[in-house]
């Protein structure tokens, strides 16, 4: 990484966390606000996630519930609604063991109070090796998508998947086997249109006019690299 490029690099996770941080303090607002039994949208979304991260979870099943969720890292824990259930539009799963995301949805409406306005889900830093398009399309508002750090491997099922959300705007995949796929972002800004961020990195114009990567050269060399990245995370 070149010295202008690490600069570039920091300064951009130096604006994250401080956006970060006044989504937080946001949220808390909002909440102060907030009618806590109808909040609107606007609200929702600016409250700081439920966050399961760090907490050595393998599946995604209810067994989640007896878990408590962490609040150091938001310093903030969503209150909790007349159902019992978290008021917040983010979910974080990061850095855990999980495998598969079978049972997501279940998963979410037990957590969540309004489960079909959930907009972050933050995956990322397990061992999901692949998606089901019947859990992540029973989410009309998801936005935000963090699956780096995991071992996906099949980037055409990926894509197929991703279609299915239609509002999905950010998403991240660095650091799965697919990112050694030839035209890996050119790929993904192609087949996946409706994002606008891939990678913490905003998509360009010159990214969306650009020619549409060769689909034989994608066939014939992708098996064999995916392969290779695959043998370095197992």
Sequence with gaps: MTWGLACAYFSYIGANFLNYCFIISRGRLNMAKADIKHPTDHEL?????????????????????????RGSRTKYIPRRGPNDKFITASIWFNNNKIVSIDGLHKVVNSLL???????????????????????????????????????????????????????????TLHGNPI???PYYRNYIVKT???????????????????PAPPNDLINERVEKMLNEKSREIY
């Design 179 to 181: 990112d050694a796929t």
């Design 113 to 171: 109070e309004y489960p079909s306005r959930l907009t972050w889900l933050d995956l990322s830093f397990n061992r999901i090796d692949v998606l089901s398009k019947d859990d992540l399309k029973k989410f009309p508002s998801l936005r935000i998508l963090y699956l780096h750090g995991n071992r996906i491997k099949d980037i055409k099922l990926l894509v197929f998947v991703l279609g299915v959300i239609p509002t999905l705007r950010t998403l």
């Design 192 to 210: 996946v249109p409706q994002l606008t961020s891939l990678d913490f990195a905003i998509i360009t114009m010159s990214e969306r006019l650009a």
């Design 45 to 69: 979304k600016g409250i700081p996630p439920v966050d399961y991260s760090f907490k050595k979870l393998e599946s995604l099943t209810e067994d989640i519930l007896t878990e408590k969720p």
